[in-house]
């Protein structure tokens, strides 16, 4: 079965501060990793995934198979990030996507 | 924008009734799946439709019918409506071996 956890339903930073989201998966074969944003009013879309390796508006999120880890990191938080952050696992051939419950980040002035 | 469409934005329908929502996909995007988004909570698969005919379902019941048509389009049909089924629905289409696009949604309410 296809499992995301992701632990922390609300995170809130200071503008400039790093901010880490956690993901944690269960799956047992080959997984593919996202992290989808959905900010105020929009709908959901893609920020990364795993398997393209690269930063966008300065995330990462590096696939940890050893810990099942899928965290996504920032180092200098801006206010414009606030947004809801699901983590979500594709098994096999874009399959179905299973999602984690959401992250609510708010950066503060 | 993604170029999915989703219609209605909003829906209001009474215990027992049945609806219809409807998706339209960009060209060429041959996959299309179905998610609930229930309050507080992350999308849930609902099922996935790969050139008309469906080829993957989540742990929802059989009244949760669709079907996926040659013009992208698609529909998510669910009968006998439960206050239960009040949700978000959200469609996402993708080319071959190509990411979800998802749409912005039809908001269910189920009195």
């Known amino acids: 079965a296809q499992r995301v956890t992701q632990p922390e339903k609300l995170l809130s930073v200071f503008k400039g501060a790093p901010v880490e989201l956690k993901c944690n998966y269960s799956y047992s074969g080959s997984p593919e990793l996202f992290w989808y944003v959905q900010y105020s009013r929009q709908r959901l879309q893609l920020l990364l995934r795993?398997?393209s390796r690269e930063s966008i508006k300065g995330f990462t999120a590096d696939l940890n198979k050893g810990e099942t880890s899928f965290h996504l990191k920032k180092p200098f938080a801006q206010e414009e990030d606030s947004a809801m952050y699901y983590c979500?696992?594709?098994?096999?051939?874009?399959?179905?996507?299973?999602f984690g419950k959401g992250t609510l980040l708010t950066v503060n002035p | 924008e993604t170029g999915v469409t989703q219609s209605p934005t909003h829906l209001i329908k009474t215990r027992g009734q049945q609806v219809t929502l409807r998706c339209s996909s960009q060209?060429?995007?041959?996959?299309v799946s179905w998610y609930q988004q229930a309050l507080g909570q992350g999308p849930q698969f609902i099922f996935q439709?790969?050139?008309?005919?469906?080829?993957g379902r989540g742990n929802f019941p059989p009244r949760f019918s669709g079907l996926q048509f040659p013009n992208y389009s698609s529909e998510l049909n669910v009968n006998a409506l439960e206050l239960d089924d009040s949700a978000l629905y959200l469609c996402?289409?993708?080319?071959?071996?190509?990411?979800?696009?998802f749409g912005a949604g039809t908001r269910l309410s189920v009195l």
């Open positions: 979500a696992l594709a098994g096999g051939s874009n399959y179905k996507l299973t």
């Open positions: 795993h398997i």
């Open positions: 060209s060429g995007h041959n996959t």
């Open positions: 439709y790969y050139r008309e005919e469906e080829n």
């Open positions: 996402a289409s993708s080319p071959p071996g190509g990411f979800k696009y």
